[in-house]
């Protein structure tokens, strides 16, 4: 007997009591119906703690079912360029027709009658079929630069183009619209709410894809609460921070974080549609999750800068590099020439210092010819703030805002070893002990009748 095509949806840091509180509430109906029919895990993630309690290296540890200690993935990026077979690998190799769709930190494929979408970070990649480039384009830049974007019309147009012939629903369109009225009408803010039309978006495009091409694994990766819970989860229980929350953050913040899981439990309706349509069964994981972050209470909470255009001041240091990738929040990877040429770079990017302090840290990337590099100020600065920045060959006070930006929030919101991993079977069932995050991609495999020699995890019995 052919087993059923899988959707694996992979919804980044999602909290399992988070899930459980507002399911038994009933504000998530559709997450309801997924518990209700599938046997429930709790995962624990690969690494218990910083620094290797990160999503770009327990999802990649979740893909391949190898652990960090043997895998040695640290950087956003790192797992494009790797050999370790992934569960997507091997079923390409047993004539399986798969589907990646932005799952985080992946080397690509390139197959007939399969789909490649690289994450946003991933500019090593290339998508796969070719008509989805345009897509590809269209993410990274909105990912990458976030609210620093800047759309010409001509992009514009060539995005609602691409779009209209590959799956925008009327609804997508109406939400979209409605978000642009209330960010010009709202009392309060409400733009946070953006990255809610981007899964919309993302979602649409996935199911034209699957649809056409029709795999027999598919994988649906969405960051947006992560995000959220990251910026606004002093909201959601204010009495775990010190410092204390405003009324009108209070009315403006106060539920983001349930929005978020309220949007997820959105596409996951459309989900069930799309995967009923051929008989799909639905796998749920979030490789690790979030809880309360209070490590940088009675300091003004951790903040965040970015260049406003990262390339012009790194000209105006004199630093010389071959190329830049914007990665997660506020660092960038440059790519050299050669040592001499880092070497050089290096020394430039050490000299900028806020208040004393070295405003960049930098460190060696995966290959010799990388360097990673970002803010490392967390601290609230006020509008005048200054710094001291090289220009012709001297240092020269500037002020900071007028090079850099500040992102959306602080941080408060942190990483979790637990995680969730549900399985739709039909029946409800909840293993008592935690499963790790290893494994997911034997159980995945065990589902099409395949097993693995490599993969360190062990097929799930659900049934």
Not at 122 to 135: H, M, W, Y
Not at 173 to 181: E, F, L, N
Not at 307 to 318: E, F, I, T, Y
């Amino acid at each position: 007997m052919t087993a059923p095509p899988v959707i694996l949806l992979e919804f980044n840091e999602l909290s399992p009591q988070l899930l459980d509180r507002w399911i038994d509430a009933g504000d998530l109906p559709n997450f309801k119906r997924l518990r209700d029919s599938s046997t429930i895990c709790v995962t624990e993630a690969d690494e218990l703690g910083a620094p290797n309690l990160e999503p770009w290296i327990q999802w990649y540890s979740l893909h391949t079912g190898l652990p960090f200690k043997e895998h040695g993935v640290f950087r956003l990026s790192e797992g494009a360029k790797l050999t370790d077979a992934s569960v997507w690998d091997i079923l390409l190799n047993h004539g399986m027709r798969v589907m990646n769709f932005s799952s985080m930190n992946c080397r690509g494929f390139d197959q007939p009658g399969s789909v490649f979408l690289p994450d946003p970070w991933n500019d090593q990649q290339a998508v796969s079929p070719g008509d989805l480039a345009p897509f590809g384009v269209f993410l990274k830049k909105a990912i990458q630069e976030q609210s620093n974007a800047r759309w010409g019309v001509a992009e514009l147009a060539g995005l609602t183009k691409f779009l209209l012939g590959h799956g925008l629903r009327a609804s997508t369109v109406a939400a979209a619209v409605s978000q642009v009225v209330s960010e010009k009408t709202s009392k309060v803010p409400v733009s946070w709410k953006r990255v809610h039309i981007l899964d919309r978006i993302l979602l649409d495009v996935f199911a034209h894809y699957y649809e056409r091409e029709r795999p027999q694994f598919a994988t649906f990766f969405s960051n947006s609460t992560a995000h959220l819970q990251h910026a606004y989860w002093r909201y959601l229980e204010p009495a775990k921070f010190s410092e204390p929350v405003s009324d009108t953050d209070s009315a403006a913040y106060g539920d983001a974080v349930k929005y978020g899981y309220q949007a997820m439990d959105l596409l996951l309706e459309r989900m069930f549609e799309i995967a009923g349509k051929r008989g799909a069964r639905l796998m749920f994981a979030t490789a690790l999750s979030q809880q309360a972050y209070t490590a940088y209470e009675g300091r003004g909470g951790r903040h965040y800068y970015r260049p406003h255009d990262v390339a012009s001041l790194l000209r105006s240091m004199g630093v010389t590099y071959q190329a830049i990738q914007p990665v997660m929040a506020h660092q960038y990877i440059l790519t050299f020439a050669d040592a001499q040429q880092k070497a050089e770079a290096m020394k430039r990017i050490d000299e900028p210092h806020v208040n004393g302090r070295q405003l960049f840290d930098s460190s060696d990337g995966h290959t010799p010819q990388n360097l990673i590099f970002g803010s490392q100020v967390y601290a609230a600065l006020p509008p005048d703030q200054m710094f001291t920045l090289r220009m012709n060959s001297e240092l020269v006070p500037q002020r900071f805002f007028d090079h850099f930006y500040e992102l959306d929030a602080t941080k408060s919101g942190g990483h979790h070893p637990d995680g969730c991993f549900w399985v739709q079977t039909g029946e409800h069932r909840r293993l008592s002990d935690k499963v790790s995050i290893l494994d997911v991609a034997p159980t995945i495999l065990g589902h099409f009748g395949l097993t693995s020699e490599v993969m360190r995890g062990r097929q799930l019995q659900l049934n």
